[in-house]
């Protein structure tokens, strides 16, 4: 290519005018070295987002859809019952809006999600893990009667459909698109459930292009939600950051009937998993990544084609590491 030609490429490019313009659009990539031939498993690089991770896509669907209904106003302030990632993704877009953000997450956290929202200039409000719902402690529960007693606006990606919408308008009809080109299509679709928004939004649109994909949800093994979807299970705690171990969501009771399957993982797997992520094939993804893979890996062995989402990023849990 001649350097004439790279510069009028570079021209083409369109303007990003704020940062919600730059999420969206990330790259998919097929697994090489953790499967055989006849195995495909296509992950969808959703740390590639501008936050770092998939949940750009729903806060900033919930932020233009509260600034429609004239909920959002100057001086606003959002509070936001989340594992990390969504309060990140809202700090970042409440920063460029000039919006305050008060984030409610458990303590468990990981300490760089904590640095993130600090740096975005969130004010971050600590709750308990795997205390029930309805207990004063839950980080739902807390963020609830924060919201009321301060009058602050609390957009609930645990109940708001522009969760759900943002990735049926967006990452699902990526992910297609994608999987035809990398795969010639996709016979199933695996991801891990925190409030379900991922799973149901693009199984309903995958269903929809697509009548026989099978759509397989991806828990934390032995947990109130394992048992919610038809296992069993009593655990409200595991270590996979950003599942979750209770069903919380309203999303996912009224969507239920999107999920056609579940796949238990352990929090060893998608540990190991994400580690040999890195270090065999270069993908830099996160926990859920690790477990959304491994059970894309169990899959792929029936020798069908599997999609998936890698929701963050490695660089989020450097801390669990043990280099
Ligand atoms: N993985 C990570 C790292 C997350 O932060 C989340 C969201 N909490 C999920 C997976 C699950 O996504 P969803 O809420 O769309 O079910």
Request: some cysteine; hydrophobic content about 40%.
């Amino acid at each position: 290519m001649s350097f004439k030609n790279s510069k009028k490429k570079a021209l083409r490019l369109m303007p990003i005018v704020w940062i919600g313009r730059a999420i969206g659009h990330t790259p998919s990539v097929l697994l090489r070295k953790l499967v055989n031939d006849e195995n495909k498993v296509m992950v969808k690089l959703e740390f590639m987002n501008p936050s770092g991770s998939i949940k750009d896509r729903p806060a900033l669907f919930m932020i233009k859809k509260a600034e429609e209904e004239g909920l959002l106003k100057e001086g606003s302030t959002i509070v936001e019952p989340s594992s990390g990632n969504t309060a990140i993704s809202l700090a970042m877009l409440a920063a460029a809006r000039g919006y305050k953000m008060v984030a409610v997450v458990p303590k468990t956290t990981s300490s760089n999600k904590i640095k993130m929202l600090k740096a975005l200039g969130a004010r971050v409000i600590f709750s308990e893990s795997g205390v029930p719902l309805g207990h004063p402690e839950h980080h739902y529960t807390k963020a609830v009667r924060l919201a009321k007693e301060n009058g602050w606006v609390m957009l609930d990606q645990y109940r708001n459909e522009a969760n759900v919408r943002a990735h049926y308008e967006t990452t699902g009809p990526e992910l297609h698109a994608q999987a035809i080109q990398l795969m010639g299509g996709l016979d199933a679709f695996v991801a891990g459930v925190g409030t379900g928004g991922t799973i149901l939004g693009i199984g309903k649109y995958l269903k929809e292009v697509k009548e026989d994909v099978r759509v397989i949800a991806v828990v934390p093994s032995n947990t109130l939600i394992s048992k919610f979807l038809g296992l069993n299970g009593d655990r409200t705690f595991h270590s996979i950051e950003g599942l979750t171990a209770m069903p919380v969501s309203s999303l996912l009771r009224k969507y239920r009937h999107l999920i056609d399957e579940v796949i238990e993982i352990s929090d060893n797997e998608a540990l190991e998993t994400m580690k040999f992520l890195a270090s065999r094939e270069g993908i830099m993804g996160g926990l859920s990544c690790g477990a959304n893979v491994a059970a894309s890996l169990k899959l792929a062995r029936e020798g069908i084609r599997v999609a998936t989402v890698c929701p963050d990023g490695l660089i989020r849990y450097l801390d669990r590491l043990e280099l």
